[in-house]
């Protein structure tokens, strides 16, 4: 505005010294004319300069502009033709609109996205229960947002390097009366500690025995259902129950369901309490039931089995506040028995795996795990194991780990293996687990 | 001012009828993520308000865990104060979906972002990649330390708390009043005590420190960490160490949950002195509100550059 100002003054200016001059062609000049017409020739040149310095400084500022800021009122709804034959017949007409362009506010609303890789690697000899020797375990993509006012939605999928699963997809309503935290859809149960997490938040590279022989595996009790969970008010501690209804369908071999009514069960009690600012104790009590496919024959469940698993779990966490980004440890227990009716007889198995997990730096961590199970089908198996962990954090998204592992199986050699993991996040920052 | 009228009274009467009157008659439970808000929250709200902050002032507010006794907490909070801007992302989001509060879920009535008046710095431009460390994509959420945004802060409290206890409106900006006016007299006498050191270039461990440095003069040249969240690596602190020298900086901030071996060892190299100087409310013992905090760290700072005879660079 101002420079603009100051050229139409200068053309104004420069129009008024014009003038003189053509008249002067007309006769001599007088002397003290001459010295006049020197001095306005001289303004004139300043004012030339002036002008030229400001034109160039103009095109400068012209030119270090992009186009979209020369046009604030660019960014066009993007429009398509109406088809062909459509026009007319009472329908659009004119240019139509597209939505969902780059720029489309409505972006904003997108989920949270997040994928994690979970890369595995395993050297040494294992003749019962090999892993590949290298492989993408998994990469686990999540999108998570909120619904409306009165609730969230969370799903999980886990890709292996062929297949594409849903590990969880479940829609939390947080606003129930009477303190009902409710979740509807698929989910990892609320079974112990374990079975609860995702891979990428385990301190192992692998799942304890116990997990793997009673409790469903890798995948665990992850099935579609209900869950309902209250806090029970009172004056000592934070006390949680939680009852979740599945179709019954869990694991390769822990429940399967051949009919609408063969819905398995899990109930857990949690109670928790900080012993000080820094040390914390959770305690757990898990229930289950299902049918198991021992009695399907056919596809069709003869025998009508049924699998009970029992579960007590412990954790007592230690993180000095002060200190919290450099030092901690997280040590955990959890016991397990299962009772499972087969066509040969009732299976009665136990199992537990005790670890520790120390964090000696800031990107540091050890820990150690002690496994012992029977096996769910022969609670006369009896696999023991002991791990070394040692995981390494470049920062807060990525990790390398190392674990030696020492597997005494009752049906084969024992097993000595090296297995390394990197595990990599990308995109939203998701919450840390506790 | 009719249909402004009309609908406080409308608010009023809905909260008449929504809220139980035994508690209507009871203190407001407000939970705020750090000490700092609490503070605040504290000086507005008076005795009409019980306030409690679930991270500690000495602990580092990115990774607060997300135990279960705050969930406790969050069930019976009538308004939750958060600094917002992704500060606590890591341990909020389970806090509140776990709390069976839908008082104070995210954009529910008692859910209140205290950044969203506040002057941030540090909003990063273009394209921003995880290579540049934990950046925080809406700006530097460590805004409460600068005075201004203190009284920023407070005006929205004393807005909300008035929302939920329209009858005791004039006692909060009462109390609110009080505060900024206790706050401007404290700010002209930081100010005046920082003035002879304005420009004064300084280090920081992490980006903790922006607003205050902007408020109090501070030229801050360079951070031990080679990015926000990623611990010192050799190479950066050597390359520090050689800007140190070459700028003559003598003074090293740190705040006090971080381990004080690297710039311990940064100062040996450059004659500097680490100051740990608490960035919240209950850093350090002394510092029980929001007052104190900007004494305790501008007597540290005065005291440290009087010992460095430091003069402000450029002067």
Redesign the interface.
Known sequence: MRASCVICASIVTGGLLAGPRAASAQAPPPVDAQALRAEIDQLKRDFEARLSALESRLTAVEGRQPPAAQAPTAPQQPTAEVPAGAAGAGGPSGALPVYGGAAALSKVFNPDMAVIGDFLGASGKNNVSPDAALQMHESEASFQA?VD?YA?ADFFMSFGEEGVGLEEGFL?L??LPG???TKVGKMRAAFGKVNSLHNHVLPWTDRPLVINNLVGGEDGIDDAGLSVAR?IPNRWL?L?ATGQVFRGDSGETLFKSSERADLSYVGHL?G???LS?ST?V?LGLSYSRGHNPSGIVDGVDLGRFTTGLFGVDATL?W?P??????QSFLGRGELIWSRRDQPNGLQSGMGYYVSGDYQFA??WFGGLRFDRSNRADDASLLDTGQSFVLTYWP???SQVRGQYRRTAYTIGPTANEFLFQFQFA?GA????P? | MKKTASLAALVAVACLVVSPPARAQGKLTVMATIEDLASIAREVGGDRITVESIAKGYQDPHFVEAKPSFILKLQKADLLIVVGRELEIGWMPPLIQQSRNRKVQSGAEGYLDASAQAKILDIPQGQITRAMGDVHPLGNPHYWLDPENGKIVAREIAAKLAQFRPNDKAYFDLRLADFVNRLNEAEKRWLAMMAPYNGVKVVTYHRSFPNFADRFGLDVIGYVEPRPGIPPSPSHTLDLIQEMKRQQIKIILMEPYFDQKTPNSIASQTGAQVLVMPPSVGGEKTVTDYFKLFDYDINLLVNALKQAGAKPSGD
């Open positions: 909120i006012p969230r939390t947080t606003e303190g009902l935290l806090l934070f949680e949690r928790y309490q900080d600012e914390n959770d966490r993180r506040l002060r200190r919290s980004i450099y800031r990107r920062s807060e998204f990308i920052h998701g919450a840390h506790f």
